[in-house]
DNA sequence: GTGGTCTAGACCACC
DNA sequence: GTGGTCTAGACCACG
């Protein structure tokens, strides 16, 4: 498991944490059973407090990602709501290919992240109606 | 100029009210010398403190996104580095298109975003091993 | 590190503070490096508030007077342009001199403040007539 | 009358207005019975709300420096306090070859004023000895 | 313990 | 009316 931290993002290093495992569980990079680098050695790589490492394995404990065998380590959760690995492989060709069109155009990361943040966060134009 | 806030995101909402205004900026929504609503105007309508909109205001300014002219309001600043509004707009499109596609495929819009992010932090080529 | 405040200048109290740190800088009284006291700990000392403070050193970071790391403190950065410390030195001295004859002379604070004040601001050649 | 205003000092502009008036007195540039330029020409030639002068001028009739006369102007008052002219004369002398010497040794505005300030605020070493 | 964000609300300077 | 400063105090992220 390769983590990136973007420390100035102004998201959370423990968010960062989980939303990177949760991803790599979708992708298929990590599989039920899989285990986890421990909590000192991701702090060492990532130059992090382990205190913020932990913070994060113990929320993703929490939201059911992963198990904490006490001695042993953190492993991958069995995924009762199945992950359709299948689907995200392919989905991200789609965003491959998005993103190298974007970054062909001279978008920079923050230009395309703002992109695609108003079109995530675009509303609905009638979504009262129903 | 509307914002669309997300309290529960972690990221800070003054970061979040920057960002808009840079991306309505870039996609030339908002041009040099545009007046933006006012901080108590803009805190009433979102709900949130004037302070801390306030802030924004302030980094915004910082930045040499805007102008804050002392009794009478803030202004869009002359970008020295033309932006380059075009190009945005064609990108846009391709955003809309891979975002269409993304969602028919069943992705939500947390999985969207965590492919984006994958993509587009960069890979150090040796990975840490354990 | 130890401030001075003055309430009733008219200039901010944020401004004050970082004033104090960047001729301490210049002085050589803090040196690449050196931690300055905690954001709480300035303004039980100072009797002010502590976003106050907080908002002194978010400007010096922003400055690149001094570097914040997020759970350890506040230190002061490493000048590229490098502060002449001895010519402030010899500066002090003159100073001195003239604020001691100009005691002497019978002029209080504020009459002297104008003086230097009037002296440094640079005259427009031409003068605005009636 | 010529006044120097600085908008990014931190110090109201309306302070900056009187402060120099009051050096002006000082130093004999200003006599009584002199007429202070009109409110809305100053507002003028500085670029500046009519209001902040007005704000000025009637502050400056408070503290006694000025009288107002309705319908034809402002006029320097009689001062009670002798004003010393000549000390301030000679005074600006010293202060003259200070600021010289101190920019010939490479100091910038900024850090002469804040030397000066250092200088002026240093406490008493046995203030309460008496 | 550190700094950072946010809220609530007062008062000031400027237009 | 505008933005700017300051206070008071809660809660969070990080070490």
């Known amino acids: 498991?390769?983590?990136r931290i973007n420390p100035h993002s102004g998201v959370?290093?423990?968010l960062q944490l989980i939303e990177q495992v949760r991803h790599a569980i979708e992708s298929g990079a990590l599989r039920p059973g899989d285990q986890l680098?421990?909590?000192r050695k991701v702090a060492e790589d990532m130059v992090m407090n382990p205190n913020t490492?932990?913070?994060a394995y113990r929320e993703m404990e929490h939201a059911g990602l992963i198990v904490l065998r006490h001695g042993s380590g953190a492993f991958i959760a069995d995924h009762h709501a199945?992950?359709?690995t299948r689907a995200i492989?392919?989905?991200r060709t789609v965003?491959?290919?998005a993103v190298t069109a974007l970054r062909?155009?001279?978008l920079d990361e923050g230009a395309i992240r703002r992109l695609v943040d108003s079109e995530l966060t675009e509303r609905p134009l009638e979504e009262t109606r129903k």
Chains 1, 2, 3, 4 share one sequence.
């Open 95 to 97: 965003v491959q290919r």
């Open 89 to 91: 492989q392919k989905a």
């Open 82 to 84: 199945a992950v359709q």
């Open 37 to 39: 680098p421990g909590i």
């Open 1 to 3: 498991m390769l983590f």
């Open 53 to 55: 490492v932990a913070k």
């Open 104 to 106: 062909d155009m001279g």
């Open 12 to 14: 959370p290093l423990y």
